[in-house]
């Protein structure tokens, strides 16, 4: 197993931040190239929060301006049916809102939110979702299984066993990749051909696999494993570990050793992961975002941050990321921290502007 040595913070770069109560910005997923999910003539975007208990809130980025309030009831006449963890657009008009508590996932036009169709996912319980073309999304449910959605129609096909507590899915080209935590395994999915909708490779893939993001100009998964001891806690903890499967080889790299400064690496826990057009990546840890170069597979810099980011954004016509932390449920944590970042020309620096809008006190 490599390790790295620790990296070095990148100086002259502060996060500007402002506090807004609990927030919890869900943020919107990509699909293929070919399926685009950012207007490249509009310069502004919407980020989607979602409120405990059930209805979604925007904010108007870059300005960060508050635009509509319960936009479900408003729109439907009634509350969702619970909290909402994850929002995923597909193409440009369609919203798929999960709701695990209800075990359905609800899909609303963007324009005007109104409920276009609701998906049942019972009796599984979801947890994550991608798209692996125009007409098929996959699920990973809590239940040891991935459901096959038709998207046409609306409603589940079939299921696939995959390992013990998949809890991140992610597609690319013919793929799809789910981190099976409990198991400390990978699954990988055909989604054509006579071997579609079958599990080609089950592989291990360090501790407790946690996120996966796709490099679509690579055809590789990059997968995050957050070591033993993170879960749990009951275990003696060993390090969090980057692997990068690629779709041609149908091969996982050897693990790489991640590091934080200050920190020993057994206790260094990843938060979140998200990757960009430009073959970039970005590892959220605790006070610290690893910034990835996904072309060679190596590290570029870490960035010291003034929070525990969870959840990040990325617009590829802007250049821009936004991160966000997220109280966990029941914590009674008062505060969240979300800061915008830009990419010009592959260097990550500050652009300035954070958020500055008090939203509603939301939480999953």
């Known amino acids: 197993m490599k390790s790295i040595p620790s990296l070095q913070r990148c100086t002259g770069l502060t996060f500007a931040s402002a506090v807004f109560c609990g927030v919890l910005l869900l943020m919107l997923a990509g699909c293929s190239p070919t399926e685009r999910v950012i207007d490249n003539t509009n310069p502004t975007y919407t980020l989607y929060a979602a409120a405990d208990g059930g209805d979604i809130n925007t904010t108007l980025q870059p300005a960060n301006a508050s635009v509509a309030q319960a936009l479900f009831r408003q729109a439907n006449g009634e509350s969702l049916a619970g909290t909402v963890t994850l929002i995923k657009r ?41 798209f692996s073309n125009s007409s098929t999304a996959f ?105 990068y499967y690629n779709i041609k080889t149908n091969t996982l790299s050897q693990p790489v050793t991640l590091n934080q400064l200050g920190a020993n690496p057994e206790d260094v826990d990843p938060s979140g992961l998200i990757t960009a057009q430009g073959e970039i990546g970005f590892i959220m840890l605790d006070g610290e975002i690893t910034v990835l170069d996904t072309r060679g597979n190596s590290f570029l810099s870490a960035i010291g941050t003034d929070g525990r980011y969870s959840l990040a954004s990325y617009n590829d016509f802007r ?45 999953v």
């Open 319 to 363: 250049r821009d990321i936004v991160f966000a932390t997220k109280p966990g449920a029941g914590s009674g944590e008062p505060t969240s921290v979300s800061s915008r970042w830009a990419l010009n020309g592959g260097i990550f620096a500050d652009s300035s502007l954070v958020v500055s809008e008090r939203l509603p006190e939301m939480r």
């Open 90 to 130: 597909f193409r440009n008009d369609t919203l798929y809102l999960m709701i695990p508590s209800a075990k359905r996932i609800e899909v609303v036009n963007e324009k005007t939110f109104k409920r276009i169709a609701t998906i049942s996912t019972a009796p599984r319980t979801p947890v994550d979702m991608c």
């Open 139 to 243: 699920v990973a449910n809590n239940d040891s299984t991935v459901s096959v959605i038709d998207i046409t129609v609306f409603r589940a096909v079939r299921d696939i066993t995959v390992g013990k507590n998949p809890v991140a899915i992610a597609s690319v080209e013919n793929r799809v990749c789910v981190c099976n935590r409990d198991d400390n395994t990978i699954s990988i999915i055909q989604t054509n051909g006579v071997s579609s909708y079958t599990v080609l490779q089950t592989i291990p893939a360090g501790t407790a696999p946690s996120f996966v993001a796709p490099d679509f100009d690579k055809q590789e998964f990059v997968i995050v494993s957050r070591g033993a001891g993170k879960v749990s806690g009951s275990e003696l903890r060993t390090p969090a570990e980057l692997m």
